[in-house]
Nanobody, 122 residues
């Protein structure tokens, strides 16, 4: 059974940078897509970014394009989300996901991490 172990996150001032990471446990990411959603209080879960493990092809939601980068560390079966020029509206719980397809629909991701908090102060 694949489990997702998240790390990183924390508190940063607006304009700063943070990295959140997601490591596979129990199984590898091989053949899967890996991504990140985020959820702010009172809001729905929002797709942020995703990467296809085998090809490396990535996809970003418009609001983070050019500021966030998703990359994979194959040797450690880990995916990182590098977040630059953070804005207060980026503050949320960031959740790692894995599944057979790269989708913006949360229902198409069968594996979810517990989430890590990202707080951005203005």
């Amino acid at each position: 059974q694949l489990a997702l172990v998240e790390s990183g996150g924390g508190l940063v001032q607006a304009g700063g940078s943070l990295r959140v990471s997601c490591a596979a446990s129990g199984r590898t990411f091989g053949g899967k897509a890996v991504g990140w959603f985020r959820q702010a209080p009172g809001k729905e879960r929002e797709f942020v970014a995703g990467v296809r493990w085998s090809s490396g092809a990535s996809y970003y939601t418009d609001s983070v394009q050019g500021r966030f980068t998703i990359n994979k560390e194959r040797a450690k079966n880990t995916v990182h989300l590098e977040m630059n020029n953070l804005k207060p509206e980026d503050a949320a719980v960031y959740l790692c996901v894995a599944g057979p397809t790269l989708s913006t629909n949360p229902y198409e991701w069968p594996y979810w991490g517990q989430g890590t908090q990202v707080t951005v102060s203005s």
